[in-house]
């Protein structure tokens, strides 16, 4: 390696610490505010999808009653929490107030990767940093509002009544519980991105649409197995939970398609 690429090298690194820096900042700074509001982020927003005044439960319910399924009327929640660590609360408290954190200060970190980025674009391609982060963060939190109002209580619902003796019975660890929650809308979040990601792959000729619509039907199946496994055995939770998924893919086998002629 010449002396110019080492340099080159060793500014580049210099460069993502600043970003990842100025990014990790701003996370701290919204965990911050997320610990400090500590009933809000757990009894509000955390446990609500365990109660059954949970605006989906209630919202499922009137459905049933309009298109007259009674199975998606939720009337039960079997769940107990306990905590088993003496810390368990107090790490929690600090872990779960990072990733909310993270989660509110998506866009200032789409910003610093983008800004991170951007040196190795093309002018008009820099010109798109304000679309780039904007779209990026509403998909973003419309995944992580997509998994949170959706999934986590269908899974939570499922989970939690799902029994395969009378003689067991369901004593959730808290930690469980609330990591489950957490995984469950950040990757929601992340999948949302797809169309994010089905764009610059595209650009760099890794994707391209006719790939996409080649294998779209292994992709519907592979949509309909994972939303027959996070919600309960009914065609229309199944439904409810596909549709958004397999409409993000079709958007990305657009978005393929635009984005290819770009690069050539």
């Known amino acids: 390696m010449s002396e110019e690429n080492?340099?080159?090298?060793?500014?580049?690194?210099?460069?993502?610490?600043?970003?990842l820096m100025r990014a990790s900042i701003a996370v701290l700074i919204s965990g911050g505010l997320a610990f400090a509001f500590r009933q809000t982020l757990f009894d509000g927003v955390l446990l609500a999808?365990?109660?059954?005044?949970?605006?989906t439960y209630r919202a499922l319910c009137q459905l049933s009653d309009i298109f007259n399924i009674s199975s998606l009327c939720i009337d039960k929640i079997n769940i107990e929490l306990l905590n088993s660590k003496m810390a368990g609360q107090f790490s929690l408290h600090i872990s779960l107030s990072l990733m909310t954190?993270?989660?509110?200060?998506?866009?200032?970190?789409?910003?610093?990767?983008w800004m991170f980025v951007s040196p190795g674009l093309t002018f008009?391609?820099?010109?798109?940093?304000?679309a780039f982060i904007s779209i990026s963060s509403i998909l973003f939190f419309l995944g992580a509002a997509f998994g949170y109002f959706l999934i986590v209580p269908l899974s939570i619902q499922f989970l939690s009544n799902y029994v395969v003796s009378?003689?067991?019975v369901n004593l959730i660890e808290m930690s469980s519980y609330l990591s489950t929650i957490a995984s469950i809308i950040l990757a929601c979040g992340f999948l949302f991105e797809l169309p994010i990601v089905v764009y610059f792959l595209s650009r760099a000729g890794i994707v391209t649409p006719n790939g996409m619509k080649m294998y779209r039907k292994h992709a519907w199946v592979g949509i309909l197995a994972i939303s027959s496994i996070i919600t309960p055995p009914d065609i229309f939770s199944q439904i409810i939970v596909s549709v958004p998924v397999a409409i993000l893919y079709e958007l990305s086998m657009f978005i393929s398609r635009v984005a290819e002629p770009i690069k050539e």
């Not at 008009?124 to 304000?130: A, D, P």
């Open 6 to 19: 080492s340099m080159s090298f060793l500014n580049h690194l210099a460069a993502l610490r600043k970003h």
């Open 49 to 55: 999808p365990k109660s059954l005044d949970f605006i």
């Open 101 to 113: 954190g993270f989660i509110l200060a998506i866009p200032f970190v789409l910003k610093e990767l």
């Open 124 to 130: 008009g391609e820099r010109q798109k940093s304000v």
């Open 166 to 168: 009378d003689q067991i």
